[in-house]
């Protein structure tokens, strides 16, 4: 279906189901596993092909083993992988699915981009879609003034929008980490982060419009709505205009809850994200004509469970030309928090984090920056690695390294040099990096230090499982302090890093998935860990969204009143539980039976 023809697209009315009020989400007791139909497996390539998929349909081991995992801690092993070649191709596929599951329940669709994510999102005993191998164009940036908007297909690499962006002068500020292997259907599925995310929030608050191929078959442009134009759509007759009907009901009905509910931290990808849908504002507002309802704000982040996305418009702002970089060696855990908040008070455009273990590593394997640093670049990088480490730090690794950059928005309050003086009150070493190779090279050991984690122990593999945690900036010594006493109770390296000015770290503990005892240790050391972070007012879930690993946990961080709202919110969405069930509610696969045992 073309853009232009969403809006005059009525399709069959679905006659209305009653709503299921489910169980509230445990991690112990409701793992409800669902019992496989092969019968209804062997059907659906017969009844896709006579439906007119035109993509490709794998069913032989090789390809199911390599998606059966992800860069999780999970395998667990599909059904079917679908290829579609075309937007129609997905309409088909969720209009086949929807029918057969009536008669086979265990018949579900997950979708897959790279693969890269790590709470296990992309996995599933049944249908994997894979939107990566056919569905990757990206259109031409449209320029209007200061801002530009880019279409892209879910299967487009971050790094090629980046680069068609960049052409122009601009980027998309909420890009991830993993900008250079992970796509923009990924990013919006996970409502991804990074560095940057510090002043400009979620992927999910770039996101200008979504095509998504809802449960009826259809696709529908989603885009935030005046009230007039909201009371516009609900009186049409179609998918799209059903749900934003009951969803702002859901909302209206439950608002004081809701707004109680929204996280405290800085990010957060937990649940649905309802509080955002009126961004902020109140019902009684948004009836006056103040602001927008944006049910974009639902499909970012939802990992799949409410609908195919096959388009996504994000929009962009202009590059920076003059950022400057200050550096802070930590040598004292109690510090760091200190640092980040003395930082703060200046509005910089981010503070990433790295540790101690990432710069060893790096020191002792210089050969793995070959890959990422060619010609000079990696001799003048590797120079200023080994002459930081022995002449300015005199052999001494920092326990962290905060990189703090600054832009014309931090320097046109603050003088640099006033800023590089406040930090040294609390660290000494700050320095402000002038060099390019030395600011090459400590970008290149933040981004490194996942990968780098690798190669700490060959028989073992870095466990991400405790990656997403997030609390207060002002609560991180205590926070720190007693992580690097839990690691110590469970006889755990782990490499650390992270995004230092939103309190979000990523921590990786070195594994064998080996042995039998693995998936009982991750479980005892996923309650300690997620319960810390609560302690100290903090999320469980910053950017990598809850997948398999933390949707058993939302209990921890929600109300049986909230848990309950996103249960009906995705029944609202998805009566049928076509799309990746067990992901965000009703957890389906227990997390021990589902770890993998290979490293």
Partial sequence: MTRSSVATKRPKKRKKEPRTTA??????????????????????????????????????????????????????????????????DIET???????????????????????????????????????????????????????????????????????AL??????????????????????????????????YGHVAEWVDSVDVVLSDGNTYTIQPLTYKAFT????????????????????????????????????NTAGYAL??????????????????????RLISGSQGTLGIVTSVTMRAIPLGTNTQLIAVPVFDLVKAGTVVQEALKFNPLNIEVFDDLTFDLALKNPQF??????????????????????????????????????????????????????????????????????VEMLWQLRRASYPLSKLEDPTKRPAPFLEDMVVPPQHLAPFFTNIKRLLKKYNVVAAVHGHGGNGHFHFYPLLDFTRRSTPALIEKMADEFFAL???????????????IIRTPYLTQMFSKTILNLFVELEHIFDPDDIFNPGKKVNPRFDIKDSIRDTN
Wanted: with cysteine; charged share 25%; net charge neutral.
């Fill in 232 to 267: 516009k759509l609900i009186k049409e007759d179609h998918e799209h205009a059903r749900i934003a009907r009951e969803v702002f009901t859901l909302i209206e009905e439950n608002e004081t809850a809701i707004k109680r509910a929204h996280p405290k931290t800085a990010k």
């Fill in 533 to 547: 972070a609560l302690k100290y007012d903090g999320s469980i879930c910053g950017e990598h969204n809850d997948g």
């Fill in 275 to 296: 509080w955002d849908v009126l961004d902020g504002l109140s019902v009684k507002e948004f009836k006056r004509g103040v602001g927008t309802f944006d049910l974009t």
């Fill in 23 to 88: 169980s509230p989400l445990s991690r112990t007791a409701v793992v409800k596993s669902v019992k496989r139909e092969p019968l209804g497996h062997l059907l659906l390539e017969k009844l896709l092909y006579a439906a007119g998929f035109s993509g490709t349909i794998a069913t032989d081991t090789e390809t199911l083993t390599e998606f059966s995992t992800d860069e999780s801690i999970f395998k667990i092993m599909p059904q079917i992988v679908l290829r579609p070649k075309t937007a129609k």
């Fill in 166 to 199: 960049a052409e122009h002068g601009f980027y998309i500020p909420a890009y991830p980490a993993s900008k250079d292997f992970c796509t923009i259907g990924g990013s919006v599925a996970n409502n991804a982060a990074g560095p940057d995310s510090l002043r």
């Fill in 369 to 438: 920056f070959r890959k990422r640093l060619s010609g000079t670049a990696y001799y003048k990088s590797l120079f200023s690695m080994y002459a930081t480490y022995h002449v300015r730090y005199r052999g001494k690794t920092p326990m962290f390294t905060l990189l703090v950059t600054l832009d014309d928005a931090t320097l046109s309050k603050s003088r640099l040099e006033t800023i590089l003086a406040a930090l040294k009150k609390h660290a000494p070493g700050a320095r402000h990096i002038v060099n390019e190779s030395e």
């Fill in 93 to 163: 596929v969720v209009s086949v699915l929807g029918a057969e599951t009536k008669r086979f329940p265990s018949i579900s669709l997950t979708p897959r981009a790279a693969g890269t994510g790590l709470s296990g999102g992309s996995l599933t005993d049944s249908v994997v879609i894979d939107v990566c191998e056919y569905l990757a164009d990206i259109g031409k940036p449209k320029i209007s003034g200061d801002t530009a908007t880019i279409i892209c297909e879910p299967g487009a690499m971050w790094r090629d929008v980046e680069a």
